[in-house]
RNA sequence: GUCCCCAUCGUCUAGCCAGGUCAGGACUCCAGCCUUUCAAGCUGGCAACACGGGUUCGAAUCCCGUUGGGGACACCA
């Protein structure tokens, strides 16, 4: 059987340094065995995806060389299938339509969570006879389609680097697999199309194992054979609690790499070295090199750290090895002083320049992956460093969503946060030239933040709240409470 | 809370499946050498089998338990 795997981000925010690991993963298996790497935008989430996450995403994939032999294929555009799809499932039972409301459903979570019962859905919906449940459909009442589950018995899970799994079929909910909005959910359009796709293997992160359940059932379901199904361990935050790679801790946008002076081929080799270990010797190899006697089964299945002490090790190594003087000046004139950029740091800079001299003064801080910020410099007359943490922290979630990073759009930001906090511009934006510069008195903020770019802001400012002590998880809920109430 | 997964230096890991070397390498850190400084390079050093039971002549390796960590429990993926 042909080897055809894939990699399926969702694109809804930055390109994530965990979509490059998967991708490295399925691209090493695929041309290991011979096999097709397939590319898929999952964007089944109305809501949250964007086309420009997607393009991002693209772009990224293609910066690291994780380029994909067919694709991308967009799941927005197959709803047709899912459609068919499931009229089977409903036809034959395997499937139900659900017309809980979701007050219903929020409800019912509500009270099973508080009794500590098992959270799923209550099957109220299960046993509708199907004249009502069709009479009901036909008069356009809104509902969902559910995977009607096995009540009994055990699911015998296979997992190619952990063996067998087992778990008790009646733990596992009956899963939404279309929603009300006619899209289908992760679970069945996954199945669908990995089944459409014709992928032979699975390798996917270890959050989906539990989840393996429903799709095995949607498989048997629609009389699919499944394919083998192999979970990566999750990368892990470099904290004391070793949770899931996560932005509030570290940096995970692809572009942030890129931003901060990180070489492709650099990020690319660290994260293979997570993936497959050399006994003894060398640790910098290529792509080509790493699918060269590439073995899915030799994966170590500890969630392993994101360690930036190392990448930075091998970035300088692929610095000093891979150019010689005229290639790394390349290098960094197409990483930060291309003409454009330049001419808008001049066009900056120029009011405030008395010799040429003062240049470097003036301008260095566009020209680093951050710069160093003291706790002093960060405060602000008759304001706490709290207060000053959560205006950092508004700013940061309104960044965040925010797709169009120009001057303007940002300088509108902070004029509304101004506004409904009640301070002055200038006490506002004060703490933010610290964060951005690293002084007091710098460039114009929003010409500059818009020049560093929506990666190297947000680390900045996420840099200047851990200057100040950082936010509690607490602390942290309430303030996303107040910012949702304060944005609309 | 319930279920699932995982467990070797601070970190990434080799060794485990086919029990038997002072548990190997790399990053970080420290020291020395080199050197006009720094970096790089070279040499050396600190540092781990989570714990408790079994099985065995012998356990990091196989089995069980405990502890710890992670993940999942959405009309998000």
């Given at each position: 059987m042909p080897v055809r795997v894939r990699v399926a981000p969702s694109p809804t925010g930055d390109p994530h340094v965990g979509t490059a690991y998967q991708a490295l993963v399925n691209l090493a298996f695929a041309r290991s065995r011979g096999g097709v790497f397939v590319l898929r935008i999952e964007d089944t989430d109305r809501a949250r995806s964007s086309r420009e996450s997607e393009a991002a995403i693209l772009d990224a994939l293609r910066w690291l060389g994780?380029?994909?032999?067919?694709?991308?294929?967009?799941q927005s555009e197959r709803l047709e299938l899912y459609r068919s799809e499931v009229d089977r499932l409903l036809a034959d039972g395997s499937a139900y339509r659900c017309f809980c409301t979701r007050e219903r459903l929020d409800e019912m979570r509500r009270e099973n969570r508080a009794q500590q019962r098992f959270p799923g859905y209550d099957r109220r919906c299960r046993d509708l006879p199907v004249a009502e449940s069709e009479r009901r459909a036909a008069a356009g009442e809104p509902h969902t389609i559910r995977l009607a589950m096995p009540t009994e018995g055990e699911c015998v899970m296979r997992d190619l680097l952990r063996g067998e799994i087992r778990r008790e079929w009646e733990l596992i909910d009956d899963q939404v697999i279309l929603k009300a909005d006619g899209y289908p959910t992760y679970h069945l359009a996954c199945v669908v199309d990995d089944h459409a796709m014709g992928i032979s293997h699975v390798i996917r992160g270890e959050e989906w194992i539990n989840s393996l359940p429903k799709h095995l059932r949607l498989f048997e379901a629609l009389g699919y054979e499944p394919p083998v199904f192999c979970h990566l361990p999750l990368l892990r935050n470099n904290d004391a609690n070793r949770s899931k790679l996560s932005k509030r801790r570290n940096p995970t946008s692809i572009t942030w790499f890129r931003d901060a002076g990180f070489l492709p081929g650099a990020l690319l080799n660290f994260l293979g070295l997570m993936v497959s270990s050399r006994?003894?010797?060398?640790e910098k190899f290529s792509l080509d090199q790493l699918v060269?006697?590439?073995?899915?089964?030799?994966?170590?299945l500890g969630g392993p750290v994101f360690d930036l002490d190392k990448l930075r090790w091998l970035n300088a190594r692929y610095l000093r090895e891979d150019y010689d003087a005229d290639g790394l000046a390349d290098l960094v004139r197409d990483w930060s002083m291309g003409q454009e950029r330049l001419a808008a740091i001049a066009a900056l800079a120029q009011p405030r320049l008395e010799t040429l001299g003062d240049w470097g003064r003036l301008t260095s801080f566009l020209f680093v992956d951050a710069p160093t910020v003291d706790r002093e410099k960060l405060a602000v007359k008759g304001l706490e460093e709290t207060q000053i943490a959560e205006t950092f922290q508004f700013m940061l979630w309104t960044l965040e969503r925010e797709q169009e990073f120009t001057a303007d759009v940002v300088q509108g930001h902070f004029r509304h946060l101004s506004e409904v906090l009640g301070l002055s511009l200038r006490d506002l934006t004060r703490p933010f030239y610290v964060a951005m510069s690293g002084e007091a008195a710098s460039l114009p903020l929003f010409q500059s933040m818009e020049i560093l770019g929506p990666d190297l802001v947000r680390a900045r400012i996420r840099h200047a709240i851990e200057a100040l002590g950082g936010i509690s998880g607490k602390r942290m809920k309430k303030l996303q409470k107040r910012f949702e109430a304060l944005a609309g």
């Open positions: 994780l380029d994909w032999d067919e694709g991308p294929y967009r006994a003894e010797g060398e060269d006697g590439f073995r899915l089964e030799d994966i170590s």
